[in-house]
DNA sequence: TACCAACTGTGTCAAATGACACACTAACAA
DNA sequence: TTGTTAGTGTGTCATTTGACACAGTTGGTA
């Protein structure tokens, strides 16, 4: 739960009240490794937070090979954005990589809390913003470093996900081989 | 301004007084090629939207190199949100291509229409996810596509951007070399 | 224990890429 | 007109990459 308040609260501005009515938004749930979060074909109408654990969001290129989107790693939100907030199928799916513990955010509840006043409709806004920012952020890495130094950066900052996502996870999120991220990995061994 | 009210009103949810009322929070601008929006170091203060027109929007890295974060081709919104939210000093550049017709939304004019009531805060919300979900595609494409396929999908959606932005800077945008792309482009000369 | 499926490690080779070098062209200003 | 600057076209070559093939490993299960 603490993940969740301090991740919500990032700016400081939620009094202890503010704060209760809106944890009271989300149900907490402890999901095995392996549980589907969301499907594709179905759609998703909840917006879950990943207080602790490892996902993995993917898609399906054109010859049907599983490609990764994302890995997200607690804490952090998780969702099909355009499926949530359009009410269109899904054509990705989630998978937890570990035991997790999540808070979820129906789309129902969501609603409600974006229209009880301009506060937490700003609020909601300053949510999406934040990983908006974050998203542009990855962009520009994805961009303009090569896989080598996106490898390093995720061993630094995300090691949960080396530990827990296979080799050929890693590389599809990377954008590369198998093979590629092995000899990556090899050079890198004993530093 | 017609292509502002249209993109603005993509879910057709706004009456004719809204829409007057929003788009009267705008400063319609005539830009010259070579005009720069904001710059690095300064803090970027407004939201721009293009009706027409190409902007060029970069950064450096650590080698002093300038890299094409995105290339905007009207219309559509362009801003540094990191900057414009938190009221940082951007990293970025920004300068137009072409000559454009831009309406420029000042910070002040924005916290002021998001501060009115839930309906515009909501509305300012549903932008800022149309822009994240726009942009979680072009990170898909990114990851998963070669070159040559988003070159292609570039010359097919945004014809605009391929006649006025160099060959270097189009390259930049695809995470390539000028040389790679202009092997690219003589494959497909005929076709 | 034995089996199976999923994943990892590794070698080979053709193809793609980046870096470099340099000639050529277009646009613009002096 | 001439010079200057930015951008384009193109060849060479070392390096990196992806695809393929196959052996080894691991974890779970019958």
């Not at 209760?20 to 490794?33: G, M, T």
């Not at 990705?92 to 974006?114: H, R």
Request: hydrophobic share 35%.
């Amino acid at each position: 739960m603490e993940a969740l308040r301090t991740f919500l609260n990032d700016s400081k501005e939620l009094s202890a009240k503010e704060m209760s009515f809106l944890v009271d938004h989300f149900e907490q749930r402890q999901i095995k490794r392996g549980t589907v979060l969301f499907e594709q074909g179905a759609i998703v109408n909840s917006i879950f937070f990943v207080a602790k654990g490892v996902l993995h969001h993917f898609n399906y290129n054109e010859l049907g090979e599983r490609k990764t989107i994302d890995l997200h790693d607690g804490p952090c939100f998780c969702t099909d954005l355009e499926s949530f907030s359009e009410s269109k199928r899904s054509e990705d799916g989630c998978i937890a990589l570990t035991n997790c513990t999540v808070y979820v955010l129906t789309k129902e509840k969501y609603d409600s809390l974006v229209n009880t006043n301009v506060k937490w409709s700003n609020f909601a806004k300053r949510i999406i913003e934040r990983t908006l920012i974050k998203i542009l952020d990855q962009l520009k890495a994805i961009s303009h470093k090569s896989i080598e130094e996106r490898y390093l950066d995720l061993v630094k900052t995300k090691p949960d996900i080396i530990q827990n996502a296979s080799i050929g996870t890693i590389a599809s999120y990377l954008g590369t081989s198998r093979e590629t991220l092995h000899r990556i990995r090899k050079k890198h061994l004993f530093s």
